[in-house]
């Protein structure tokens, strides 16, 4: 079992739309919870971090946290052509280091 | 305030030759992370050091790599008699001291290609 899984998508998006993307995790003992959105051939650029249960919001991007189910979420509001790319969910695990899933290709059409 | 610093951003080594990969984290960060990432595939993590000190290299082969990270200068990958299946793109992050907060933040990468 993977550590932590994604779907691998694509997700076809229409522009203006809410992108929604699923994480689950196998480590009850993770704390710290990260997307990243990596564009093709470039590095990943942290978008939202969240520790605490619950929702947390920054502009256009929610993420969503459920320890007790082992889920974290991302919700992109108004997708834009911009917002095209793999979005990549990371756990902390119990020894500091962060777990990738394999990334969320979202592709956000006009 | 400068970001993760690593160069080269693109290196070409025949098989057989060594590859050294060098990171320099953002200003204020003491941790260090390298991580490989294959075509097609996940972010893979290879090693977590501090200054003078490797924490965690559960992720790193056992044999031809070694990671540095001393007193003065950059982070160093090292991947001795480098064969095609090397190539990846290596990413480094850098994060503040633990206690502070836990983002890593990632630096442009250095592809590498053994051919």
């Known amino acids: 079992q993977k550590e932590v899984e994604q779907n691998s998508g694509p997700l076809s998006v229409p522009e203006g739309a809410i992108a929604s993307l699923n994480c689950t995790y196998s480590?009850?003992?993770?704390?710290?919870f990260f997307w990243y959105r990596q564009y093709s051939g470039k590095s990943p650029e942290l978008i939202m971090f969240i520790y605490s249960n619950g929702d947390k919001e920054d502009g256009r991007f929610t993420a969503q946290l459920n320890k007790a189910s082992q889920y974290v979420s991302l919700l992109i509001r108004d997708s834009q052509p911009s917002d095209s790319a793999t979005y990549l969910c990371a756990v902390e695990d119990s020894w500091g280091k962060l777990q990738f899933g394999a990334g969320t290709q979202v592709v956000v059409t006009p | 305030n400068a970001g993760v610093m690593q160069n080269p951003r693109h290196l070409v080594r025949r098989r057989g030759q060594e590859a050294r990969l060098r990171c320099s984290p953002m200003k204020g960060h003491s941790h260090v992370y390298w991580y490989r990432q294959l075509p097609e595939e996940g972010l893979k993590f290879m090693v977590y050091?501090?200054?003078?000190?490797?924490?965690?290299e559960s992720g790193m082969p056992k044999e031809r790599f070694s990671a540095e990270f001393p007193k003065e200068g950059p982070s160093i990958l090292r991947i001795q008699q480098v064969v095609r299946g090397d190539s990846a793109a290596y990413f480094c992050?850098?994060?503040?001291?633990?206690?502070?907060?836990?983002?890593?933040?990632f630096g442009p990468g250095t592809r590498l290609t053994v051919t």
């Open positions: 480590d009850r003992g993770s704390q710290s």
């Open positions: 050091l501090q200054k003078e000190n490797i924490i965690d």
């Open positions: 992050a850098s994060s503040p001291p633990q206690g502070t907060s836990y983002e890593q933040y």
